[in-house]
């Protein structure tokens, strides 16, 4: 499926001269090296490399669950390395997205309910959690799913409640970690189309993966290495 959507000049994270570190002295070690990047609005960013080549450590900053050692990082016009936790906790929830390869739902609760929970930190009312939980859940296509606890869904379908919760609160970034790495190849492809619609519509999205096949449905395609970005590449086939 071609994505449409056109790359705006806006960006919205961008990560300048970063690197982490880990240790001391002859222990020392660097997960991302002076790495810099940025995501425009209306991208579709695949990230690929080695394990051990820094893209999960680059991931964990871009979604504000750690905090580079040097460098800064901004998103959305904000300067993250100067916020305290609790405002990189809001600044997370209302700006960001998160769809991991593991699908992190609560277990006793329904599609319905885990849709809702960032909104409930997000201090929505009822009501309005309610309606957008519940179009959220018909546009990854589980109408007839929302009372479903995930004991109930198949792995395909309990991704499309992550990613429903994901872009609850209209995140300005959509990030997804190996997000097929725990379905069958036809339940791929069924969530890489989602993926296809949701960028057609807007979302700006990262993706980390290993595999050649998914990361060719993005526009853009970072190659990491030892910390580094050591090559990217425009996808002219989408």
Do not use: W
């Amino acid at each position: 499926m071609a994505n449409k959507q056109i790359v705006s000049s806006k960006t919205v994270a961008k990560l300048k001269s970063v690197s982490k570190l880990y240790g001391h002295g002859q222990l020392l070690v660097k997960a991302l090296d002076d790495l810099s990047l940025q995501v425009l609005q209306g991208d579709y960013l695949a990230v690929m490399g080695a394990s051990g080549s820094g893209k999960s450590t680059a991931m964990n900053i871009l979604g504000c669950l750690d905090r580079p050692t040097l460098g800064s990082y901004e998103l959305n016009g904000v300067a993250v390395e100067a916020l305290n936790d609790d405002a990189l906790a809001d600044l997370r929830n209302q700006e960001l997205g998160f769809v991991f390869q593991q699908f992190h739902l609560l277990p006793e609760a329904t599609a319905l309910e885990n849709v809702m929970l960032p909104m409930i930190y997000a201090g929505h009312p009822s009501t309005i959690r309610k309606e957008r939980a519940e179009e959220a859940l018909i546009k990854v296509g589980l109408k007839d799913r929302m009372a479903n606890r995930p004991n109930q869904l198949s792995g395909g379908q309990q991704q499309r409640v992550a990613i429903a919760r994901a872009i609850i609160n209209q995140p300005a970034l959509l990030l997804a970690d190996e997000p097929t790495g725990a379905l069958d190849s036809t339940t791929t492809r069924d969530v890489l189309n989602l993926f296809d619609e949701l960028h057609d519509q807007g979302i700006t999205i990262v993706l980390v993966t290993h595999e050649d096949d998914v990361a060719s449905r993005a526009k853009t395609v970072a190659k990491f290495k030892d910390g580094k970005v050591v090559k990217i590449v425009q996808n002219s086939s989408v």
